[in-house]
């Protein structure tokens, strides 16, 4: 039999979506007789690649729709925190995973992981299906029960969120990084809008059954000597691959950037499933103080400049009103022009209500022109601030004019706040007379 070239799922454009459907006789939950259950493994702007599935019994006429993602775990975790004051923010599109925790603080309410399948919503949607569970859990109790007054002055707070007389939050927490909420101002920073990228306890990769499996014939191996010329040499050490968990290369190279520190470099490639990763580390650790550039861009020149963007960095560009907060894009060394098609990549991919058939029509407008706007800078056609922002001082952008000072360029180190040294571990840590 010959092997298909053909992808298992389908694309949403295709004339023909039915071929991909596949029928399956199981047991209807509701009334015990059989109905048929359809699957499609289908590619949509949300999930990328889903697995949808719709039960419906002819017996009953009980039906259930349910939708699985199919992509593959990011490599960290995301968190949102929404605000909602208004019906608009009612109306924001939500993508839940079936590995995300759900929260409303001011209730003390919370769905957690595994309570619920994954869904295509909005956030009155979340809170109807809240209200719709409440309430039949609090049928099945009897009037006299003195936890069934409580279920039912809940049921009465949660509708209540709905009149927006108070604002309250959404908390989304998603180790697998695949749940999404609709940035209303996209690509600018929603001020109502939260997302914070976070590295998995080794809880949350056992949870999500890629706890690390180590590599027994390294653990039995003899301890090789390493030169002490780390600059001239690539080591290479074993890694379990985070897409598909066999064992790997990592292959790390020490370096150091002209007019600025030593950097590790490394490279990662399976061979089994063909997933590359790269990723840039300080060599020096934390600085002291943070730091920020500013380069004022004034043609397709500038686009050669090297940048290494580590993942503490934040990116803003004024003109185009774009801020791309830290951890978005992960560490980089590359090019300013490299940087800027990363961003405009990761837009494209990341903001599926933006593009697709999910799209609202001025958002997508909107995005065009920014869009348009970004291909012009790297064109030369448009001049604009580029600012790298990083707290942890790991940031660089080539001074071209070196060793004397780039008149375009503007670096300030400055002191950190104490919620970035928070955020960073470095309140709690105690290197001195810890004993």
């Known amino acids: 039999m010959e092997k298909s070239d053909k992808s298992v799922f389908c694309d949403p454009k295709d004339d023909d979506p039915e071929n991909g459907i596949c029928e399956i006789e199981s047991l209807c939950l509701n009334c015990g007789k059989n109905g048929i259950t359809r699957i499609l493994p289908t590619k949509i702007p949300f999930f990328k690649e889903v697995i949808v599935m719709s039960f419906t019994c002819e017996m009953c006429g009980w039906e259930n729709n349910e939708i699985q993602s199919a992509g593959q775990i990011q490599e960290k975790g995301v968190h949102y925190n929404v605000t909602v004051k208004t019906p608009k923010d009612l109306t924001r599109s939500v993508v839940k995973t079936k590995t995300s925790i759900l929260q409303i603080p001011e209730l003390e309410f919370e769905i957690p992981a595994g309570s619920q399948e994954g869904g295509i919503t909005t956030i009155e949607g979340i809170i109807d299906r809240a209200i719709a569970g409440l309430s039949q859990k609090r049928s099945t109790m009897e009037d006299n029960d003195p936890a069934a007054s409580i279920m039912s002055d809940f049921i009465i707070k949660i509708s209540e969120l709905k009149m927006l007389e108070n604002p309250f939050h959404i908390v989304i927490d998603d180790p697998s990084g695949n749940s999404f909420v609709e940035n209303f101002c996209a690509p600018k920073q929603d001020e109502n809008l939260e997302v914070h990228n976070y590295t998995r306890t080794s809880e949350q990769d056992e949870l999500l059954g890629i706890k690390h499996i180590p590599n027994k014939n390294a653990e039995n191996s003899d301890k090789q000597e390493t030169s002490e010329d780390f600059h001239n040499e690539v080591v290479s050490f074993p890694t379990n691959c985070s897409l598909c968990n066999s064992i790997c ?8 950037i002209p007019q ?5 470099i490394m490279a990662t490639t399976c061979d089994h499933c063909g997933h590359r990763t790269s990723e840039v580390k300080s060599g020096s650790g934390i600085e002291p103080t943070g730091i920020r550039i500013e380069l004022q ?17 934040k990116i803003l560009i004024p003109e185009l009103e774009l801020e791309v907060g830290s951890h978005t894009l992960g560490s980089k060394f590359t090019t300013l022009e490299g940087l800027l098609t990363n961003i405009k990549e990761q837009l494209k991919v990341d903001n599926p209500f933006i593009f697709g058939d999910a799209a609202r029509r001025q958002h997508k407008e909107k995005m065009e022109t920014f869009l348009t706007n970004l291909d012009e800078v790297c064109k030369g056609n448009k001049n604009i601030t580029f600012i790298m922002d990083d707290p942890c001082g790991n940031c660089y952008i080539q001074n071209i004019y070196a060793p004397d000072p780039d008149p375009k360029m503007t670096v300030v180190h400055y002191e950190r706040t104490f919620e970035q040294n928070e955020e960073l571990g470095l309140n709690d840590m105690n290197t001195e007379n810890y004993s």
């Open 297 to 313: 861009i004034t043609g397709t020149h500038d686009m050669t400049r090297d940048v290494l963007k580590s993942e503490t960095c």
């Open 260 to 264: 600025f520190k030593e950097v590790i």
């Open 249 to 256: 290369q990592t292959n790390m190279k020490l370096t150091k």
